[in-house]
């Protein structure tokens, strides 16, 4: 079964500085790899995308991934954090094995900013 | 706006009691899920429709149901509630392919008191 890793519970970083969140996935095939950002009290919105080309992602709010096949890994990166970036983060793998849309999300790492 | 509506936004119930929690997904999209999210235990897939069947279950819990209707909003039921189900609940829709990603509504936060 698919599964993800997200290994920083916490991560605090000061405005301006970059930032590289962690997240490492077990799958069986080439992967569909997500990022999603959950500000408090609000649902989760999809940062960007990965399920074939060109291994370096752009998203929005100016967040990138990268896909490195041989480390199972896909960790997002932001060159100049802001104070709006505050939120909690959350990688996902999928589709479930029986071929169907499900996304097996990690357990999130939250990110604070301070000035 | 997402695109994704919950209703209720927030909801206090008694233990014991039953609630309904109603999603209406994106425009054009035909699958929906039904997460719980809780501080211990993150965010747990419970289960999925597709165009009104059944098509993946996850974590869900036997007093709790769901379905997705023709017009393809869904429905969870959770019964005989207990205080261990107060968690926010949220419903996500997707195009008809996996690499599509999720849009997730805002969530129903459930107080069960």
Known sequence: AQSVTQPDIHITVSEGASLELRCNYSYGATPYLFWYVQSPGQGLQLLLKYFSGDTLVQGIKGFEAEFKRSQSSFNLRKPSVHWSDAAEYFCAVGPDSGGYQKVTFGTGTKLQVIP | ?113
């Open chain 2, 1 to 113: 706006d997402s695109g994704v509506t919950q209703t209720p936004k927030h909801l206090i119930t008694a233990t014991g009691q039953r609630v309904t929690l109603r999603c209406s997904p994106r425009s054009g999209d035909l699958s929906v899920y039904w997460y719980q999210q809780s501080l211990d235990q993150g965010l747990q897939f419970l289960i999925q429709y597709y165009n009104g069947e059944e098509r993946a279950k996850g974590n869900i819990l036997e007093r709790f149901s769901a379905q997705q209707f023709p017009d393809l909003h869904s429905e969870l039921n959770l019964s005989s509630l207990e205080l261990g189900d107060s968690a926010l609940y949220f419903c996500a829709s997707s195009g008809p392919r996996a690499n599509y990603g999720y849009t997730f509504g805002s969530g129903t936060r459930l107080t069960v008191v």
